[in-house]
């Protein structure tokens, strides 16, 4: 097998956690930036963004969004990936707004679950609303899986003409409410994809690390950020994004998949 490159997905806030669970949570679009910096120089090419408002509270608004982007792009060079989840219970119309600064990619949940003591609404109606903004705008989606009836809907979808040809899929594992962070699970997923799809796993909290290197030696690609996983290890607060990155960085080299340069991710998702 010739040289796979890994692709490092670094989702760098999210939208739940708060300086309370994290004190070192970056939020001000200075700090977003700077993560993004950090994470992409430890070797992340694709940057998963949610922003916050003034206040720190998550936001979908387009004028926090344009100012974060702008402040990426002027210290990095990467692939901007703009949530359309939002926190749970942002209302359709704003989890599309963004859309239209057009980035490279954005993300689309393929249904709804319960997160955490919440509802993460994606019905059929919202998912084909957002894939069409997504289509509208010409960007890339990451279609994220959280369990395996995401991905029944996702081909029946496909055969339906909702969801555009080309796409990325996540797998999110881990997440209460959705299929567990266990490795076999992530087997089970990749083997029922059949279009060669380009894919990754995002393993929640303690299920980071061993489902990264899992998709590792899979071929997949991962995601690694404090959105998805606080800690270093148990009792042990990551410092950064950039550490959790540093880490899989170190593995992967070990495991020979040299990680990915933005022009080979581009080149290995079809941008
Ligand atoms: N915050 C979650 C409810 C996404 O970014 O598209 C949804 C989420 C998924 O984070
Ligand atoms: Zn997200």
Redesign the pocket.
Known sequence: MGINPLIITC?II???LTKEDYPYLPAAPEELAGAAEDAVKAGATII?L?VRDEFGKPTQRIDIFEKVSAEIRSRCECILQY??????GTLLEERCAPLQLRPEMA???MGTIN?GP?I?ENSEYTIRSISEAISKYRIMPEL?IFDCGMLETLYRYLKKGYIPEKFHIDFVLGVPGGMGGVVRNLIFLVDRLNHGQTWSVAGIGRFQLPLSMHAIAMGGHVRVGI?DNIYYRKGELTKSNAQLIERVVRIAKEMDRPIATLKQAKDILGL
Do not use: K, N
């Open positions: 989702p999210g939208a739940e998963h949610h949530s359309t989840g939002g926190a749970a993300s689309l949940t997160f919440d993460f994220e959105e």
